[in-house]
């Protein structure tokens, strides 16, 4: 238990005073400070403690401790619109087949949603490809459905009640 409270506390660490881009990237600062853990176990410790991603104007997006976003409309508004659900408020439902994620939309909302996803350049998710009204969510190796969908709720945390 000891292990794992010191690897959340680096993980907080690391966020707060580093710009840090993306999982892979936390990854190799947490092995250079000593802490040797699986991209699932990473993904599983920031969506405990609800680290988010925000966009930044030299690296894109950054990872983001809650207490750090200053009013959550505010964090929402950036990528997003104004209204703070678009264009989260466009998804319909989320299935997998053979791990592959199928996404659905309201009409005219995928590529939206899946700009989203590519951008945050998660590992789990190697890329996207959309329609009209249909996201595949297309994983790395070895990155289960479980997976996805936490990677999911850590990139657009307005979908946890319904993915």
Same mark, same amino acid.
């Given at each position: 238990?000891?292990?794992?409270?010191?690897?959340l506390?680096?993980?907080?660490n690391i966020?707060s005073k580093?710009?840090?881009a993306?999982?892979?990237?936390?990854?190799?600062?947490l092995?250079e400070?000593?802490?040797n853990?699986?991209?699932?176990?990473?993904s599983?410790?920031?969506?405990f403690?609800?680290?988010?991603k925000?966009p930044?104007k030299?690296?894109?997006?950054?990872?983001?401790?809650?207490?750090?976003l200053?009013?959550?409309?505010e964090? @929402?508004?950036n990528g997003? #619109?104004?209204?703070?659900?678009?264009? &989260?408020? =466009?998804f319909? *439902? @989320?299935?997998?087949?053979? #791990?592959f994620?199928?996404?659905?939309? &309201?009409? =005219?909302?995928? *590529?939206?949603?899946?700009?989203?996803?590519d951008?945050a350049g998660?590992?789990?998710?190697?890329?996207?490809?959309a329609?009209?009204?249909t996201?595949?969510l297309?994983?790395?190796e070895?990155v289960?459905?479980?997976d996805?969908?936490n990677?999911l709720?850590?990139?657009?945390?307005e979908?946890?009640?319904?993915?």
């Open positions: 238990m000891g292990n794992k409270r010191q690897r506390l680096a993980i907080r966020i580093e710009k840090i993306n999982q892979e990237e936390l990854l190799s600062r092995q400070v000593g802490f853990l699986t991209q699932a176990t990473l599983r410790d920031l969506k403690l609800q680290v988010g925000i930044d030299d690296k894109k997006y950054i990872l983001i401790l809650p207490e750090e200053k009013h959550k409309e964090y @929402l508004a997003v #619109n104004g209204n703070g659900n678009f264009p &989260v408020n =466009g319909l *439902s @989320l299935k997998f087949a053979n #791990n994620g199928v996404i659905k939309t &309201v009409p =005219g909302y995928a *590529s939206s949603i899946a700009s989203m996803i951008r998660n590992f789990e998710i190697l890329g996207t490809i329609g009209d009204d996201i595949l297309i994983p790395n070895g289960s459905s479980q996805l969908r990677i709720v850590m990139i657009l945390p979908l946890e009640e319904v993915v």
